[in-house]
Nanobody, 120 residues
Framework: QVQLVESGGGLVQAGGSLRLSCVAS????????VRWYRQAPGKERVMIAI???????DYADSVRGRFTISRDNAKNTVFLQMNSLRPEDAAVYSC??????????????WGRGTQVTVSS
């Protein structure tokens, strides 16, 4: 079994920073693309960042230049460094990943999310 667990959320003042982690555990033989999403109360979940297996990245316009996604394959971990946080960044942040098992088959998994609150 594979689990994705996010951590690093919390309360921060506007202008501050947080670093989120998304860790894959269990029978993990490799991780393909990993995406970070966020969902604010009353709004749809939106993708804000993606990192591919070749380390290329892309971002939603709302976070480009402030957020950085990175990965540590040795630790089966993807990070989301969030700088210059704004009140509108407050949301539940979750990750999804394609995880390769021992048969080289890739399946998608989701974490449960971590809450980010930004005070003005």
């Amino acid at each position: 079994q594979v689990q994705l667990v996010e951590s690093g959320g919390g309360l921060v003042q506007a202008g501050g920073s947080l670093r989120l982690s998304c860790v894959a555990s269990g029978t993990v033989f490799g991780i393909e693309d990993v995406r970070w999403y966020r969902q604010a109360p009353g709004k749809e979940r939106v993708m804000i960042a993606i990192i591919h297996s070749d380390y290329s990245t892309d971002y939603a316009d709302s976070v480009r230049g402030r957020f950085t996604i990175s990965r540590d394959n040795a630790k089966n971990t993807v990070f989301l460094q969030m700088n210059s946080l704004r009140p509108e960044d407050a949301a539940v942040y979750s990750c999804s990943a394609g995880v390769r098992d021992w048969t080289s088959r890739t399946r998608g998994y989701w974490g449960r999310g971590t809450q980010v609150t930004v005070s003005s």
